[in-house]
């Protein structure tokens, strides 16, 4: 079998969705996502195209590393190309799970568990009162969800038509006022009151803090045993980091902006974090975020991965989450509800806050591509 074609699609959600399929001579095809890389990622998947023509399909870690080494000089270890290469990876896995009749993870060393736990990020706005909060709790957990999140800094302006009804600082300062740092600690306490006991509560706060407002909020949420606080500050400073985790009970989770097993190294090993969120369609693919999370599990921290993909990106992270026995728990974008109901034939995937991995070949997922044609991205062809 050698491969004979490598195309793209891009259609809209939280971000560009971009879609890689590989097809081959003996007419078995593959189905991949990437996020976060834009059209920088396409022109990249279109130059490496040529190069995959001819080539064995199944030998997937070795196509990867190549193409990454031969590029080394252009920013081999993250950035658009990672996320490039992670969308033509996870194409490759799908098309050798099609070929050999046997779902992804099987071929990753078989599953640890058939439901992959799903959290839901959901529309809590800065502004909102306790009712409006608990409209939109209500919404989640009826819907089968046993955790959430929150964005506890959106830069947010007039909810009810006030200045200060939203998150309002300096967008370049770090450091919030006592108001600003007073409204995130209710915000949160609010959506606890709203979701109940028997529900977990996670907040994001998107690296937008320093470290002592970050070693202050965290400190200040403890008495909601929060199921993580994430990404306090930005990533680059394990250090710092590390300074924040160890100083308050409140779990510290990060990861959704690093790249491979080099960009978790010292986050892991330094105990930085307390929990890991590699984005799986972003930062490498199935085969290295599965060796990401079992480097963390040697050092007793959960996996619990960033997801902000179309179905085909988080079914293929599903896969992954399967064959980890350190797996906590995966996301879901809520506002892409209705753009997943529409393109995934046989009905939505995650049902009652969890996806089941079934016996499929390859990720296990069919979409209507009619149906996605009309989410697509403005300005990209449609597998081109």
Not at 74 to 87: C, D, S, V
Not at 132 to 140: H, N, S
Request: proline share 5%.
């Amino acid at each position: 079998m050698k491969i004979t074609s490598v195309r793209t699609a891009a259609t809209r959600g939280h971000c560009m969705h971009l879609w890689v399929m590989i097809e081959t001579d003996a007419g078995v095809t593959g189905l991949g996502e990437c996020v976060h890389g834009g059209h920088q990622a396409i022109a990249i998947i279109q130059e490496f195209a040529p190069k995959l023509v001819g080539r064995d399909p199944f030998a997937i870690d070795a196509i990867f590393e190549e193409m990454r080494r031969s590029l080394v000089f252009e920013g081999g270890f993250a950035g658009a190309l990672i996320t490039a290469l992670t969308g033509i990876e996870i194409a490759l896995w799908d098309l050798k799970g099609k070929a050999l009749k046997a779902p992804v993870y099987d071929l990753l060393g078989g599953k640890f568990r058939d439901d992959i736990r799903v959290y839901c990020d959901c529309e809590v706005e800065p502004g909102m009162n306790m009712d409006e909060i608990k409209r939109v709790v209500d919404e989640v957990l009826e819907a089968g969800f046993t955790a959430l999140k929150i964005d506890l800094d959106i830069f947010a302006y007039g909810h009810h038509g006030s200045e200060t009804a939203g998150f309002v600082k300096d967008r370049f300062n770090m450091t919030p006022d006592r108001w600003e740092h007073d409204r995130m600690v209710q915000l949160a306490e609010m959506v606890v009151a709203a979701a109940g006991p028997t529900v977990e509560v996670a907040a994001d706060l998107h690296t937008r803090l320093d470290k002592h407002s970050a070693i202050r909020l965290a400190r200040d949420l403890e008495h909601l045993k929060l199921m993580w606080l994430e990404e306090p500050i930005p990533p680059e400073n394990i250090d710092t980091m590390r300074e924040i985790t160890q100083a308050t009970s409140t779990p510290i989770c990060a990861g959704e902006n690093l790249y491979l097993r080099h960009g978790f190294r010292d986050l892991i090993e330094k105990h930085a974090v307390d929990i890991i969120m590699p984005d799986i369609p972003k930062c490498g693919g199935l085969s290295e975020c599965r060796k990401i999370a079992n480097m963390a599990e040697i050092y007793s921290m959960p996996f619990a991965p960033h997801n902000v993909s179309s179905p085909i990106g988080t079914m293929a992270s599903a896969h992954v989450c399967a064959t980890v026995p350190n797996f906590l728990v995966l996301e879901f974008h809520w506002f892409h509800r209705d753009y997943w109901s529409t393109i995934t034939d046989g009905g939505e995937i995650i049902k009652d806050g969890k996806i089941t991995v079934t016996d499929r070949p390859g990720i296990g997922l069919d979409l209507n591509f009619d149906v996605a044609k009309a989410h697509q991205y403005p300005g990209t062809t449609w597998f081109a």
